[in-house]
Structure formats: structure tokens, C-alpha cells
């Protein structure tokens, strides 16, 4: 669960922040000078390096609880070892 919140709030952000580079793109655009010029190189970059810090923090946080993941999975089927002997027995 905390895996998905994880993902859930960087996708958030990258999204958040590449929607903010492209407002500065606009603005640097439209702004002209060289005050312009670097407010539209800075976004023309971010509009590309946002997504990819992005992905990385996710994959790097996959990566890295993975086995946390599969524990959690095996612990939370271990947990009634007896339930699935009863329901055999009813039918």
C-alpha cells in the first residue's frame, strides 16, 4: 500500500512540475530579451528532466522494497494457515 502512495504522490508531483514548465515555457517565450531566453531554455529542459527524475525515484523505490513487497505478501497469506483446512471441510 504505502508502494502505490508512494508512486501515486511522485506522479502527482512530476505532473505538477511539468505543467509548470510549460508555463514557463510560454512565459520565457512570449517574454523575449535574454531574461526570456533562460526562462524558456529552463523549461524547454525541465519539460524533459522532471519525467525522467520521476521515473527514477519510482523505479529506484521499487527496487529497493521489493522484497519488503513479497514478504508482506507472504506473511499476509500466512496469517490464517488454518482457515483454508476448514473451508475444505464444509463443502
Avoid: C
Avoid at 3 to 20: D, G, H, S
Avoid at 43 to 48: A, C, D, K, R, W
Amino acid at each position: 500500500m504505502l508502494r502505490t502512495k508512494f508512486t501515486q504522490v511522485v506522479a502527482i508531483l512530476t505532473i505538477v512540475l511539468v505543467l509548470a514548465s510549460i508555463v514557463l515555457s510560454f512565459v520565457g517565450a512570449f517574454m523575449g530579451g535574454e531574461t526570456g531566453k533562460s526562462l524558456l531554455m529552463t523549461g524547454v529542459f525541465s519539460f524533459v528532466g522532471f519525467p525522467v527524475f520521476g521515473w527514477i525515484l519510482i523505479a529506484v523505490y521499487n527496487r529497493v522494497h521489493k522484497d519488503e513487497y513479497e514478504v508482506d505478501d507472504m506473511l499476509a497469506g500466512a496469517k490464517n494457515p488454518g482457515e483454508a483446512d476448514q473451508t475444505e471441510d464444509k463443502e
